[in-house]
């Protein structure tokens, strides 16, 4: 299964995941809902106990030792996930509550410093709910106008209208990779037909991140939103990169604590970047858990990750294809290079929440609904699907697992 | 791990393999529509109500098989009884599958019947949404007909 390193084996890495490790009834247990949220290494687990054991303190407000070694340790990990994108400055990482923050923090403070009534914004049909809903709501606000890139047959973005559905745009709002059909998208391109048509470039780089190497200046992004509990982090975390003088530009978001450098009765200035996105206490240990686990995907190898889903996605669509035929629907592109391995399928006609409770009894762990992803269930014509996701810790046998669990579901229903 | 042929019951499988009274009323009919936010499922209750009593009752929707056995059993237990009946049936179901409003009295001696096979679900506390969306609904509707 290895990539073109040899020394990636997702057995051992695997035995790093102490959730992984557990038999439940004897059996082991298969997770496949990492596209959902993904399971912890130790060194995460260990480092954020060692932190809350021997390090713990407020950061940035206190002169003693023990809050400078703690703030210390914070902002270490905050280069760490700089250095992970490939950012320009650490002073580009904003830390949020998660990626679905991070998005409401920019419609909210970019896009009510610079969206009127009429403005459009350009979204695609494969968003989170993460992407749409914070837009329609300042489209009831403001009236801004909301646009969409629809699909292809074959699970893709339909660009062949793309410089017309650009025209006028002020943002364009857009996921890297689907968590329904775990269809990847051209970023580069995307970003680049954006920024030729006067727009910003926003990504949400959710399903992306966690995945394979991401390089936010080769990406010609503005803004990119991730979550921490999605590649190895805890959760309570996201991530907002964008570029210096946007932010700069940019009004705060929430209003308090750390994101002042000095308030009057009559009136508060905004301290530097990021602090000033930062407002309250943040989550600290989770901070510095993150920056373990960038460090441990670092380690891995991001590219031996994404060769090893590659290989993955090959495997799970060769294996369901041959052994369910007809009987097994799988939304999703066909061409291992062109996806993640997310796969969102249905089955036998067997309702997705019949399906997955049955795949429980065999410890197998899929998510079946819509996948915060109501509007593209829509065009897909279902209202819910199972959803199986694989990580750097899956191997050929969870798929295996799979495929015997799924058999045994046909026999009750 | 509770054993799955708890929530399958044979009974359970049956409603959901044929459905009863599947379908639509028209107006004068009323009609309530339900979601389960969770998994996208939705379902419409048809009801049809005259001189308090339920005349007719029709379903349409799509959803798991908890949730269309349990409003297929629904209807079928609902069809014929007053409004009144009806409601203190929708809290005895509701009791059973521990979701009483303590407010309300729930008279222990309704026999559910069939409905009984659902009481399973109560060890797979995600599935309880999917076994009450049909009588949530149903609730709707009734509110909807006595206006
Ligand atoms: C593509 C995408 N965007 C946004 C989100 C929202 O992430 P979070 O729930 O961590 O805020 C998710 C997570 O489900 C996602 O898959």
Known sequence: MAGANTAFDAAVIRRDFPVLAQQIEGKPLVYLDSANTSQKPNIVIDTMAKFMRESYAPINRSAYTLAANATELFESARNSVAKFINANSSQEIVFTKNATEALNLLVNSWGRANLKTGDVVLLTHMEHHANIVPWQMLQQERGIELRWVPLTSDYQLDLTSLETLLSGVKVFSFTSMSNVLGTINPVEKLCAAAHAAGAIAIVDACQSVPHTHTDVRALGADFVTFSSHKMCGPSGLGVLWGRKELLEAMPPFLGGGNMISDVRLDGFTCAELPAKFEAGTPPIAEVVGLGAAVEFLSGVGMADIRQHEIAMSSYVLDLLTTRFGDDITIHGPRNPELRGATFSFAFRGIHPHDLSQVLDQSNVCVRAGHHCAKPLMKIIGANATARASFYLYNTTADADALADALDSASDIF | ?147
Not at chain 2, 19 to 34: F, H, K, V
């Open chain 2, 1 to 147: 791990m509770p054993g799955i042929e708890d929530l399958y019951r044979e009974i359970i499988l049956d409603h959901y393999r044929t459905p009863r009274n599947r379908g639509e009323l028209q107006p004068p009919a009323i009609s309530s529509e339900g979601h389960n936010p969770l998994c996208g499922d939705d379902i419409r209750i048809y009801l049809d109500v005259a001189d308090g009593v339920v005349r007719d009752v029709k379903f349409s929707g799509q959803g798991c098989s908890i949730s269309q056995s349990s409003t297929s059993m629904m209807t079928v237990a609902i069809k014929g009884k007053t409004v009144v009946e009806v409601g203190a049936f929708v809290r005895r179901f509701k009791h059973m599958m521990t979701l009483a409003d303590n407010d309300e009295p729930v008279d222990e001696s309704i026999n559910l019947g069939d409905i009984e096979a659902l009481q399973g679900v109560v060890k797979f506390p995600v599935r309880i949404k999917c076994a009450t969306l049909g009588w949530n609904t149903l609730l709707e509707a009734l509110t909807e007909a006595s206006k």
